[in-house]
């Protein structure tokens, strides 16, 4: 078709019939964005049919007179129309995303997005957030309407809670499936990693979609059953080879910090007890513990990839070096990507090839996080060295030897029980590391069988492994209350291995009005998990030898492996383009489970209407208008031990042995047991309406839900003559999830120089656990012995606080000691506490913008989480006693000068006065950049600048308001973030 259309453009420019002001015009189409030539463009003189197209190398020649109006267009791109006013003329096309995100990657196959009955959301590499991104998790936040995700902390590489509507279990993984390339990842954590996901460079993901209904996640059965996210890397091209250089430098600094008392409050505060032995304890420094273990940190980022065809197959390679230091001194990330996708098509293209492979090395080095909290205790008027500390620090120029100041016994050898650890010292001396080694591959074949059009067999192979070894050192100078500590060791290796094999048949088959395509096969899955740890500690005898009782030296070997085998079918089938049926069915049997229990049958079905394709709408205003509904159901054992339903042994600890004569031996005692384990399972039903008008300028989705899991796999009680144990789990419980979903997205304003888009989402989602016979007691918090804040319980929502009801005086003032009787019995006890609030947002909203404006681009994103509330442990524990207790002097947070508290009391550390309204708008990200043509030997080249954790509005007090799981305790403060870098194409 192409030489026809050529040879017919030759014939045209030889018809004698040309006007004398006709000229040959001629030049070269290109993408805006790769600077690559685009072959096969069609140009058209508007209002005519005469045209041409371009050839391999994008350059194309045509007659036409001054003041035509030449139509460039190309598939996946936008149309561009310029008129003629000489003989040369080079046009740069756009990508146009509307026509990109059409087709959207589903399981085991993909859609066009006009087709999809589920619940499903596709987010592209054009609107991925911008700035210095270190994991993929962080290119979708705030993007998604009912995806919450909430990163660990300010830490470089630090991983991130993923929820997709909501909390779905209770003792299990809440997280989705993460599936890359068509592998999806196991659901344990990398030991010695931050993340799982660090291995993925965010640069080569070309777009990421989240399946959040049963009726679109079925089809991956148990392991879908908390929604999946789809990671679609960038892909090889045909055509001469093309670079891409990405380079960013970054800034991170310290925002804020816990408030505490400063040198001068600490010592009125001392005084003012008129206690001489506690006024003698203060010291004449005055230091700022915190700004000590913080400090402005520099990291990199750099990225290189190449597309072209090789020998005649498309193929993308790319590396990528990251190197980013925390703003805890000490803390660092280093990782190193490569990756290589190709491409061949054989057999007329009846065989089509698609291989994956991405290796990445990661090295952490760890800055311990209890400095955090030592900073924040530690008295402000002792020096960080110390002349008469036994810990040494340094030696100075006079060769005086100095030591990390410590509260000291009173043979001044050891550092008292109980005491805060000088925070510089645990920065300084405590070593821990770790490297991680990934690989992540897979080889998919697909072939169109030649006797059975449109019957196409897949075979997809996978393999992911990961290698982690780590160790930390406490050398024999770290401040330790231990008499003859002589240093520490913990040494830890992991080798986790997943393999993978599908094989399907897809087949589709258009008949009149009807569309059918039906897909069934098979999966299985293997896990292998070897993990191993050593770890030892010395303690010295008074003349130096080992002393082997109180010295350590445990070892720990742990060997698992789970099978997940599959079977799987789904059928679309579409009426005219106006009346969509999906229909899933997914068997899987997990090794995890009872040979009776194991299989598990997980169906789903959804239904769309696509109302702008009938005939009484032909003539309206919606570009697209489509109604759906879908019900499904999805089982979990995601986080499940592998062998519970068998007995165990478990090897004592070193200091539980058994004597027998003079020797001691360590005993394996058996694990609790559940035989009848089986799937927790969820029901969800959802509707929804996608529409779209004024050419698609306004455009949006509304979704509604209703998720019910049954068979909650919860801790419960047993008689512990019945079993290993008095707790087990068991399948005991249901709880409900119930929102909506609003996207909306807008066009204002969209011409040849300017372009500007809005995107606004909103979810609201309420979770009730509706059953539950055991109430569950978790959260754990510090202050006290075994202190929980947080329950599981019927009726309300997981991971609720469950606290005492504090009194307030006329001034809302907290009285010390003053509850309210909620039982009316006469006295405050236990029975007085009540459930008050959760951790998790009632209502979720995200904006962004992206502003064109010729060569400049803008870009914002911004989050705001309303009804979240926080226990903020950090001042909980505050009070006055604290301050002098153990014979040492500790610093408290400045909630103090509020409360006056005097007495630590656990029904003052459980007070609701601690839980707190953490609701917050936090602007994310801005970016400024500006795109020369023609700027590295006549390639694009953009120089780009931008800002993360810019703002935070929030009433709460304390460090940070977004905390996963809502317990403020040692939280890594997110640091604000500049970035400049360049983006080069050549």
Same mark, same amino acid.
């Given at each position: 078709?192409? &030489?026809?259309?050529?040879?017919?453009?030759?014939?045209?420019?030889?018809?004698?019939?040309?006007?004398?002001?006709?000229?040959?015009?001629?030049?070269?189409?290109?993408?805006?964005?790769?600077?690559?030539?685009?072959?096969?463009?069609?140009?058209?003189?508007?209002?005519?049919?005469?045209?041409?197209?371009?050839?391999?190398?994008?350059?194309?020649?045509?007659?036409?007179?001054?003041?035509?109006?030449?139509?460039?267009?190309?598939?996946?791109?936008?149309?561009?129309?310029?008129?003629?006013?000489?003989?040369?003329?080079?046009?740069?096309?756009?990508?146009?995303?509307?026509?990109?995100?059409?087709?959207?990657?589903?399981?085991?196959?993909?859609?066009?997005?006009?087709?999809?009955?589920?619940?499903?959301?596709?987010?592209?590499?054009?609107?991925?957030?911008?700035?210095?991104?270190?994991?993929?998790?962080?290119?979708?936040?705030?993007?998604?309407?009912?995806?919450?995700?909430?990163?660990?902390?300010?830490?470089?590489?630090?991983?991130?809670?993923?929820?997709?509507?909501?909390?779905?279990?209770?003792?299990?993984?809440?997280?989705?499936?993460?599936?890359?390339?068509?592998?999806?990842?196991?659901?344990?954590?990398?030991?010695?990693?931050?993340?799982?996901?660090?291995?993925?460079?965010?640069?080569?993901?070309?777009?990421?979609?989240?399946?959040?209904?049963?009726?679109?996640?079925?089809?991956?059965?148990?392991?879908?059953?908390?929604?999946?996210?789809?990671?679609?890397?960038?892909?090889?091209?045909?055509?001469?080879?093309?670079?891409?250089?990405?380079?960013?430098?970054?800034?991170?600094?310290?925002?804020?910090?816990?408030?505490?008392?400063?040198?001068?409050?600490?010592?009125?505060?001392?005084?003012?007890?008129?206690?001489?032995?506690?006024?003698?304890?203060?010291?004449?420094?005055?230091?700022?513990?915190?700004?000590?273990?913080?400090?402005?940190?520099?990291?990199?980022?750099?990225?290189?990839?190449?597309?072209?065809?090789?020998?005649?197959?498309?193929?993308?390679?790319?590396?990528?070096?990251?190197? &980013?230091?925390?703003?805890?001194?000490?803390?660092?990330?280093?990782?190193?990507?490569?990756?290589?996708?190709?491409?061949?098509?054989?057999?007329?293209?009846?065989?089509?090839?698609?291989?994956?492979?991405?290796?990445?090395?990661?090295?952490?080095?760890?800055?311990?996080?209890?400095?955090?909290?030592?900073?924040?205790?530690?008295?402000?008027?002792?020096?960080?060295?110390?002349?008469?500390?036994?810990?040494?620090?340094?030696?100075?120029?006079?060769?005086?030897?100095?030591?990390?100041?410590?509260?000291?016994?009173?043979?001044?050898?050891?550092?008292?029980?109980?005491?805060?650890?000088?925070?510089?010292?645990?920065?300084?001396?405590?070593?821990?590391?770790?490297?991680?080694?990934?690989?992540?591959?897979?080889?998919?074949?697909?072939?169109?069988?030649?006797?059975?059009?449109?019957?196409?067999?897949?075979?997809?192979?996978?393999?992911?492994?990961?290698?982690?070894?780590?160790?930390?050192?406490?050398?024999?100078?770290?401040?330790?209350?231990?008499?003859?500590?002589?240093?520490?060791?913990?040494?830890?290796?992991?080798?986790?291995?997943?393999?993978?094999?599908?094989?399907?048949?897809?087949?589709?088959?258009?008949?009149?009005?009807?569309?059918?395509?039906?897909?069934?096969?098979?999966?299985?899955?293997?896990?292998?998990?070897?993990?191993?740890?050593?770890?030892?500690?010395?303690?010295?005898?008074?003349?130096?030898?080992?002393?082997?009782?109180?010295?350590?030296?445990?070892?720990?070997?742990?060997?698992?492996?789970?099978?997940?085998?599959?079977?799987?079918?789904?059928?679309?089938?579409?009426?005219?383009?106006?009346?969509?049926?999906?229909?899933?069915?997914?068997?899987?049997?997990?090794?995890?489970?009872?040979?009776?229990?194991?299989?598990?049958?997980?169906?789903?079905?959804?239904?769309?209407?696509?109302?702008?394709?009938?005939?009484?709408?032909?003539?309206?205003?919606?570009?697209?208008?489509?109604?759906?509904?879908?019900?499904?159901?999805?089982?979990?054992?995601?986080?499940?031990?592998?062998?519970?339903?068998?007995?165990?042994?478990?090897?004592?600890?070193?200091?539980?042995?058994?004597?027998?004569?003079?020797?001691?031996?360590?005993?394996?005692?058996?694990?609790?047991?559940?035989?009848?384990?089986?799937?927790?399972?969820?029901?969800?039903?959802?509707?929804?309406?996608?529409?779209?008008?004024?050419?698609?300028?306004?455009?949006?989705?509304?979704?509604?839900?209703?998720?019910?899991?049954?068979?909650?796999?919860?801790?419960?009680?047993?008689?512990?003559?019945?079993?290993?144990?008095?707790?087990?789990?068991?399948?005991?419980?249901?709880?409900?999830?119930?929102?909506?979903?609003?996207?909306?997205?807008?066009?204002?304003?969209?011409?040849?120089?300017?372009?500007?888009?809005?995107?606004?989402?909103?979810?609201?989602?309420?979770?009730?656990?509706?059953?539950?016979?055991?109430?569950?007691?978790?959260?754990?918090?510090?202050?006290?012995?075994?202190?929980?804040?947080?329950?599981?319980?019927?009726?309300?929502?997981?991971?609720?606080?469950?606290?005492?009801?504090?009194?307030?005086?006329?001034?809302?003032?907290?009285?010390?000691?003053?509850?309210?009787?909620?039982?009316?019995?006469? &006295?405050?006890?236990?029975?007085?506490?009540?459930?008050?609030?959760?951790?998790?947002?009632?209502?979720?909203?995200?904006?962004?913008?992206?502003?064109?404006?010729?060569?400049?681009?803008?870009?914002?994103?911004?989050?705001?989480?309303?009804?979240?509330?926080?226990?903020?442990?950090?001042?909980?524990?505050?009070?006055?006693?604290?301050?002098?207790?153990?014979?040492? +002097?500790?610093?408290?947070?400045?909630?103090?000068?509020?409360?006056?508290?005097?007495?630590?009391?656990?029904?003052?550390?459980?007070?609701?006065?601690?839980?707190?309204?953490?609701?917050?708008?936090?602007?994310?990200?801005?970016?400024?950049?500006?795109?020369?043509?023609?700027?590295?030997?006549?390639?694009?080249?953009?120089?780009?600048?931008?800002?993360?954790?810019?703002?935070?509005?929030?009433?709460?007090?304390? +460090?940070?308001?977004?905390?996963?799981?809502?317990?403020?305790?040692?939280?890594?403060?997110?640091?604000?973030?500049?970035?400049?870098?360049?983006?080069?194409?050549?």
């Amino acid at each position: 078709m192409k &030489q026809v259309k050529q040879y017919l453009s030759l014939l045209l420019f030889l018809v004698p019939a040309l006007m004398l002001a006709q000229v040959n015009v001629s030049g070269t189409v290109t993408d805006s964005g790769s600077g690559e030539p685009l072959p096969g463009v069609s140009i058209v003189i508007k209002g005519t049919t005469t045209g041409t197209t371009t050839d391999f190398d994008g350059n194309y020649s045509i007659n036409a007179q001054n003041g035509d109006i030449l139509q460039f267009s190309y598939i996946a791109f936008k149309t561009k129309e310029i008129r003629v006013t000489g003989s040369e003329l080079n046009v740069t096309l756009q990508e146009d995303t509307e026509q990109l995100d059409e087709v959207v990657v589903i399981g085991y196959g993909s859609v066009r997005k006009e087709d999809l009955t589920g619940a499903v959301n596709l987010v592209t590499s054009k609107d991925f957030n911008k700035g210095q991104v270190s994991s993929p998790q962080q290119l979708i936040q705030g993007k998604v309407a009912g995806v919450s995700i909430v990163n660990g902390g300010g830490a470089p590489g630090e991983g991130s809670n993923f929820l997709v509507r909501g909390i779905g279990s209770l003792n299990l993984n809440s997280n989705p499936l993460f599936v890359v390339d068509g592998v999806p990842l196991n659901d344990g954590g990398v030991g010695g990693s931050r993340n799982p996901l660090n291995l993925i460079n965010p640069n080569d993901i070309e777009a990421i979609s989240v399946l959040k209904d049963a009726s679109a996640t079925s089809i991956y059965g148990s392991r879908a059953a908390n929604g999946v996210v789809l990671i679609t890397t960038k892909k090889g091209k045909a055509g001469e080879f093309s670079f891409n250089l990405r380079t960013n430098t970054s800034v991170f600094e310290p925002v804020n910090q816990v408030d505490v008392l400063n040198p001068a409050q600490f010592r009125k505060l001392v005084r003012d007890t008129g206690n001489q032995d506690f006024i003698d304890r203060l010291g004449s420094a005055s230091t700022d513990w915190q700004d000590l273990i913080y400090r402005t940190a520099f990291g990199s980022d750099h990225s290189l990839s190449a597309v072209g065809a090789a020998f005649g197959v498309p193929l993308r390679a790319s590396l990528g070096y990251s190197d &980013q230091d925390g703003i805890l001194s000490g803390d660092n990330f280093n990782r190193v990507t490569a990756s290589v996708n190709l491409t061949p098509r054989l057999l007329d293209d009846h065989l089509k090839f698609e291989i994956n492979a991405r290796v990445a090395r990661t090295e952490n080095t760890f800055a311990d996080r209890g400095a955090i909290g030592s900073a924040v205790s530690f008295d402000p008027t002792k020096p960080v060295y110390d002349q008469n500390s036994p810990f040494y620090a340094f030696t100075d120029e006079n060769g005086t030897d100095f030591g990390y100041y410590t509260w000291l016994n009173a043979a001044g050898t050891n550092q008292l029980n109980l005491a805060p650890t000088n925070p510089v010292a645990i920065l300084d001396l405590i070593d821990d590391q770790a490297t991680v080694d990934r690989f992540v591959g897979n080889l998919k074949a697909d072939y169109q069988l030649h006797w059975v059009p449109g019957l196409t067999a897949t075979v997809n192979g996978g393999y992911d492994l990961s290698k982690s070894e780590g160790g930390k050192i406490i050398p024999n100078n770290f401040p330790t209350a231990a008499t003859g500590y002589d240093g520490r060791t913990e040494q830890y290796t992991q080798e986790a291995k997943n393999y993978l094999f599908d094989a399907y048949l897809n087949y589709k088959k258009e008949f009149g009005d009807h569309n059918l395509d039906v897909t069934g096969g098979y999966s299985y899955q293997r896990f292998e998990f070897d993990n191993f740890s050593n770890n030892v500690e010395r303690i010295l005898n008074a003349d130096g030898s080992l002393n082997d009782e109180a010295s350590l030296n445990e070892t720990f070997i742990d060997k698992s492996r789970n099978v997940l085998l599959s079977y799987f079918g789904r059928l679309n089938y579409d009426f005219d383009g106006r009346y969509l049926l999906t229909a899933t069915l997914r068997a899987d049997a997990s090794s995890k489970l009872n040979p009776d229990d194991r299989w598990g049958y997980f169906p789903s079905a959804a239904l769309a209407w696509n109302i702008h394709n009938e005939d009484f709408l032909a003539e309206g205003p919606f570009d697209q208008l489509k109604l759906r509904v879908g019900y499904g159901e999805v089982g979990n054992v995601n986080g499940l031990g592998d062998y519970n339903f068998l007995t165990r042994y478990v090897i004592s600890t070193p200091s539980a042995q058994y004597q027998f004569g003079d020797s001691f031996y360590r005993t394996y005692r058996p694990e609790p047991i559940n035989e009848d384990l089986r799937w927790e399972v969820g029901n969800t039903l959802n509707a929804g309406i996608d529409f779209a008008v004024l050419e698609s300028r306004i455009s949006g989705s509304v979704n509604a839900y209703i998720k019910t899991t049954e068979d909650l796999i919860a801790t419960t009680v047993v008689d512990p003559f019945t079993n290993f144990g008095n707790t087990i789990s068991a399948n005991i419980g249901d709880m409900e999830n119930r929102g909506v979903e609003v996207e909306l997205n807008l066009v204002p304003v969209r011409s040849q120089d300017l372009e500007w888009s809005i995107n606004y989402n909103i979810s609201v989602n309420d979770n009730e656990i509706t059953r539950l016979p055991d109430t569950q007691e978790v959260g754990g918090i510090s202050g006290g012995v075994g202190n929980t804040i947080q329950r599981h319980q019927v009726g309300a929502a997981p991971f609720s606080y469950y606290v005492y009801k504090q009194i307030y005086d006329t001034n809302g003032k907290p009285i010390e000691g003053a509850y309210a009787d909620l039982n009316d019995d006469g &006295q405050i006890n236990s029975e007085d506490r009540y459930l008050y609030k959760n951790p998790y947002a009632d209502v979720l909203m995200g904006l962004s913008t992206n502003l064109t404006y010729k060569n400049w681009d803008f870009s914002a994103v911004s989050r705001a989480s309303i009804g979240n509330y926080n226990y903020n442990n950090v001042a909980s524990t505050t009070a006055l006693n604290g301050v002098f207790s153990n014979d040492i +002097l500790r610093n408290i947070p400045a909630d103090y000068l509020r409360t006056e508290f005097q007495q630590f009391t656990e029904t003052n550390l459980l007070s609701d006065y601690f839980i707190e309204n953490a609701s917050f708008f936090r602007l994310d990200n801005i970016t400024l950049g500006y795109t020369l043509a023609e700027g590295f030997f006549g390639n694009p080249l953009r120089f780009y600048a931008s800002g993360q954790n810019l703002l935070v509005v929030t009433n709460y007090n304390g +460090l940070d308001p977004e905390i996963t799981g809502g317990i403020d305790n040692n939280f890594y403060p997110r640091p604000r973030v500049l970035t400049i870098g360049l983006d080069i194409n050549f």
